[in-house]
């Protein structure tokens, strides 16, 4: 036997007791004729001591001990004299009598402790020592306790899950696919899947009634800040439902998690809000809600006062800046730098100040305090907040009024990573209009419904109308993170032929590409609808955190490397050959 005890286990009362303990040392201290050992394993930190009178033997293999040797270690549980409040077993200390040398190690490239003196790189190359340190190690518990609460809370209420294919043909997304060569069908490739879309939708119509799967999905896409090339869904779908029983279901979902993984209870129903209003009112369609600070349109109150600026804006939006009307000028002048940067892409700032002295603003050559006062009024201002104002053409403007929100919200503190605030942001538009390529192209994919009322639209020739179409779309919002996102879906062939037409695939290439679920829909498909949640971020925002890379245990880098791994790689020329690959580049 390895061991009796983990090292996180022993307490005060087992004071006394002999006990066998198995480990990495983390930490070796030594102070007049003793040895302090930090022994380190997944449940935790025991201290271990070998003292003046241990035998020569012990004493000399005490001396040999390194950082991240594994050892067995035996010896009697006893009352530590100066205690350690800061881990569990810190009330306690392991008098040694025998070390067992396991494994020697060498000297790790970077501290092992919960601060780390590591770079990013360099630990990313040794990944399974930085999964050693405890944050690493409390956000794969977190994950796993997410994964298994889901599991259990689907399970409970019905749904089956069920495992879809990853060698598969291309399913459009949005995104580029992977792809996979085949040596049995030479010149063929499969591609991997974005996401299980066209599976669940087909287990549907197979009568699964309702399905899940914590399911890899791959995205072959210009990696940003915090996106990985393979990622994981937890992926829904359920048949013979509306918008509202999906939401509902899944807000029964995600509120176990939150009681169940965080000890939070939410009894209040989440907010929904139209895809229309988020725009209107937050200038976002993932909007933060943990603070207020909403938008408000003014360019009502802004005409006729010759202010060219505001006359020739499509939109004006104001913000109220609460308690910052002590802003130094100062302060405003490197705002107005921010919303000028190509990011936010505001051309100018304007503000309103409701101080002690009076109200005054950026604009008084043009408006006088009544005019200015009637602008608070309506943002909600009172004396003490700062407003800000933006004007320019509309979507465009909401947008920077939105990212300016966001970062006011920053500057403010409003926005703790202990406070959740969720909500459903439904109605999003069908299709986007793209100059470039001069088509449609669908918002949330082609398989997600449009809205019954708009259905004359969605036929129409008139490109116009079909632009105004709505989806039966809806995502799950998370502290301004979109955590989730599904639709009710096509579920009659006429219209999902129709949806492709509207995309600008030809009959031919429609039925190439998805014939097998226009088939499908022709067998009798059910109506349905489901949903998909980005599980790596929902971790990474349940443990407080930005990054979703600690949630991961072997992630990929910003350049979409495994940098341990050393992946992709070229391979070699026999297996090119079999693969009946030519490469174009020579590495
Ligand atoms: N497959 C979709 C996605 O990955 C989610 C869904 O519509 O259920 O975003």
Known sequence: MYRTHTCGELRLNNAGQKVT?????????????????????????????????????????????????????????AERTSKNSKIP??????????????????????TIEDETDGGEEIRAKYRYLDLRRGPLKKALELRHKMAQETRKYLDGIGFIEVETPVLIKSTPEGARDFVVPSRMNPGEFY??????????????????????????????EDLRADRQPEFTQIDCEMSFVEREDVLNTFE?????????????????????????????????????????????EIKHLTGGKDFAVFDSAEY??????????????????????????????????????????????????????????????????????????????????????GTLRIEMGNRLGLRKSDHYAPLWVYDFPLLEWDEETQRFYAMHHPFTSPKPEDMDKFYSSNKEDIAQVCANAYDFVLNGTEIGGGSIRIHDSGVQKRMFEVLGFGSEEAEYKFGFIINAFKFGAPPHGGIAFGFDRFCALFGGQETIRDYIAFPKNNAGRDVMLDAPSVIDAAQMDELFLKSTVSK
């Not at 879309?197 to 699964?208: D, E, S």
């Open 316 to 401: 004006v939006g104001a913000i109220c800046v609460e308690g910052a009307a002590s802003y130094t000028r100062k302060q405003i002048d490197e705002i107005t730098e921010w919303v000028k940067r190509p990011q936010v892409g505001a051309k100018g700032l304007v503000y309103i100040r409701l101080a002690e002295d009076g109200i005054k603003s950026s604009v008084d050559k043009f408006y006088s305090p009544e005019d200015l006062t009637a602008i608070a009024n309506v943002v909600g201002a009172k004396n003490g907040d700062l407003i800000l104002i933006l004007a320019g053409d509309k979507k465009r403007t909401q947008d920077a009024m």
């Open 191 to 220: 591609a991997l899947p974005q996401s299980p879309q066209t599976f669940k939708q087909l287990l549907m119509v197979a009568g699964y009634d309702k399905y899940f799967q914590i399911v890899r999905c791959f995205r072959d």
């Open 21 to 77: 303990l198995a480990g990495w040392v983390q930490k070796i201290r030594k102070m007049g004729g003793m040895s302090f050992i930090d022994l380190r394993d997944r449940y935790g930190i025991t201290q271990l001591v070998v003292d003046e009178s241990a035998s020569h033997d012990l004493n000399a293999t005490a001396e040999k001990l390194g950082r991240e040797y594994v050892i067995q270690a035996t010896g009697v549980v």
């Open 89 to 110: 077993t810190g009330d306690i200390e392991i008098k040694l009598s025998e070390i067992n040398l396991l494994n020697a190690s060498q000297t790790p490239p970077f």
């Open 252 to 296: 029964g979902t995600i509120k176990a998690l939150f009681k169940n993984v965080l000890g939070l209870e939410m009894n209040e129903q989440f907010p929904r809000i139209s895809y229309a209003d988020a725009m209107k009112y937050y200038g976002s369609d993932k909007p933060d809600i943990r603070f207020g600070m909403k938008i408000a």
